[in-house]
């Protein structure tokens, strides 16, 4: 059986980030695991306008350490070990890099993000982790 000492979660802000964040939080209550709470902020300069792209990303990280300090908190007063982790860049390549960075044991993903926009345009970020994580990863609706 695969023991699951560090349990990742990506989460962007929307809810369903926050119910794979839910099922982290129980996964690693059941199994006493450290929880890494992630997210990763693009910073939109591939999209043009760089002076508008700095205001953006800035605005967004702002808004992802306020949405990861909820979590945290709720994280904590359910008894979970928790640590967050912003970081600028791909989401999809970001998770992976993470995931390895910090040998996690299970990834608990959202089946979609914020947008269906996005995943038209960039591929759906729970899919790219699902086939590349080198760890086993769960996908929740």
Do not use: W
């Not at 990861?68 to 008894?79: P, V």
């Not at 299970?106 to 970020?125: F, P, Q, W």
Request: charged share 30%; proline share 1%; net charge negative.
């Amino acid at each position: 059986m695969t023991t699951l000492d560090k349990i990742l979660v990506p989460i962007d802000g929307s809810e369903a980030a926050y119910r794979a964040f839910q099922e982290a939080v129980r996964i690693a209550k059941l199994n006493d695991s450290q929880l890494v709470i992630y997210n990763a902020v693009d910073d939109f300069v591939r999209y043009g306008n760089i002076e508008y792209s700095t205001h953006l990303f800035e605005y967004s990280r702002e808004i992802a350490n306020e949405t990861l300090q909820t979590y945290e908190d709720e994280a904590k007063r359910e008894g979970v070990a928790v640590e967050t982790k912003v970081e600028k860049g791909d989401p999809r390549r970001g998770i992976l890099e993470e995931a390895k960075e910090l040998a996690v044991d299970l990834i608990v993903i959202g089946s979609t993000g914020k947008t269906n926009m996005e995943r038209v345009m960039m591929g759906s970020v729970s899919e790219y982790v699902v086939r590349h994580a080198k760890c086993n990863v769960l996908i929740t609706h």
